[in-house]
C-alpha cells in the first residue's frame, strides 16, 4: 500500500491505496503551526483507525500547494512509516505536454488532476477542482495542457460575506431547498451554491467558446458534491480524481 497525500489550503486529504484501489480516504486540518510529531500522531492513528499498520506502507506521494507544511508532513511519512516521500514537482515524469509560460508554477493539484482525468476521460477536458479555491484546468484535444482559471471558493466567498457586511450571519454549507431564499440565511446558502452552480455552467460556455468544440468536464474536491447537482451542464463529479492521479504519477516514477 502507498500513501497519497494531498496538502491543500483547507484539509490534508490522506489516502492509503493499494494496487490502484483505494482503501480509505481521511482528511485532517491544514495547520502552519503544527510540528512534524503532531502531523505524525494524527497519521499513526488514521492508519490505526483504517485497520493498517506502519510497515504495510511501501511508499508515498505528496502534492502541496502549502509549501510551509510540507516538510512538517514529509517528515511525518518519514518517522511514522520509514519511506521518503516523492513530491509532484518539476521534474517529475507526468506525461503532459505544459503550454503554460512558467511550468514550475502551476499548482501540483492542478497537474495531478489533469493526469488522472486523461487516464478516464477523452479530451478536451474542462476540470474544476472546488476547493478553497475554485480551479479550472484546461486540457486540448491534443492532451497539451493550455492553462488555467482561478476563481474564489465557496467558502472564500462565504468568509467574504459574513466579514464585510455586518448584518449577515457565518452560516453552515447545506444545500438550498429552493433557489428564492425565505430567509437571510436561506438566501446567502443560495446565493453561494446556486451562484458558483451559475459560475461553472458560465465557464464551460466561455472555455469551450476559446476551444473551438464541446468539452468532457469533470469536478473534483471537497464541495463538488455540493455544486455539482446544482449545474445545468453535465459535469462527471469525481472526489478522489486527484488520490487517482497520485497513484498514476506514483506507477510512472517509482523507478
Not at 128 to 141: H, K, Q
Request: aromatic residues 4%; charged residues 20%.
Amino acid at each position: 500500500m502507498i500513501l497519497a497525500i494531498d496538502i491543500g489550503n483547507t484539509n490534508i486529504v490522506l489516502g492509503g491505496i493499494r494496487a490502484g484501489e483505494i482503501v480509505f480516504v481521511a482528511r485532517m486540518a491544514t495547520e502552519h503551526t503544527r510540528t512534524e510529531d503532531e502531523y505524525g500522531v494524527t497519521m499513526k492513528q488514521i492508519l490505526e483507525l483504517y485497520g493498517a499498520t506502519p510497515s504495510e506502507i511501501s511508499g508515498a506521494i505528496i502534492s502541496s500547494v502549502v509549501p510551509p507544511v510540507t516538510g512538517a508532513i514529509r517528515g511525518a511519512v518519514r518517522t511514522v512509516t520509514g519511506c521518503e516521500a516523492k513530491l509532484v514537482k518539476t521534474g517529475i515524469r507526468t506525461g503532459l505536454n505544459l503550454k503554460v509560460e512558467n511550468p514550475s508554477a502551476l499548482g501540483a493539484d492542478m497537474i495531478v488532476n489533469a493526469v488522472a482525468a486523461l487516464a478516464e476521460y477523452r479530451p478536451p477536458l474542462i476540470i474544476f477542482d472546488l476547493g478553497t479555491a475554485t480551479t479550472i484546468s484546461v486540457v486540448d484535444g491534443e492532451r497539451d495542457y493550455l492553462g488555467s482559471v482561478i476563481c474564489p471558493g465557496v467558502r472564500v466567498s462565504l468568509d467574504a460575506l459574513s466579514e464585510h457586511a455586518a448584518q449577515l450571519p457565518d452560516i453552515g454549507l447545506e444545500q438550498p431547498e429552493q433557489l428564492i431564499g425565505r430567509s437571510t440565511v436561506e438566501s446567502m446558502r443560495s446565493g453561494l451554491l446556486y451562484g458558483h452552480a451559475a459560475m461553472v455552467d458560465g465557464m464551460i460556455r466561455y472555455i469551450e467558446e476559446e476551444l473551438g468544440r464541446p468539452a468532457t468536464v469533470l469536478a473534483t474536491g471537497g464541495l463538488s458534491r455540493m455544486v455539482v447537482p446544482l449545474c445545468r451542464r453535465e459535469v462527471h463529479c469525481d472526489e478522489n480524481l486527484l488520490l487517482k492521479g497520485l497513484w498514476l504519477l506514483w506507477e510512472k516514477n517509482r523507478k
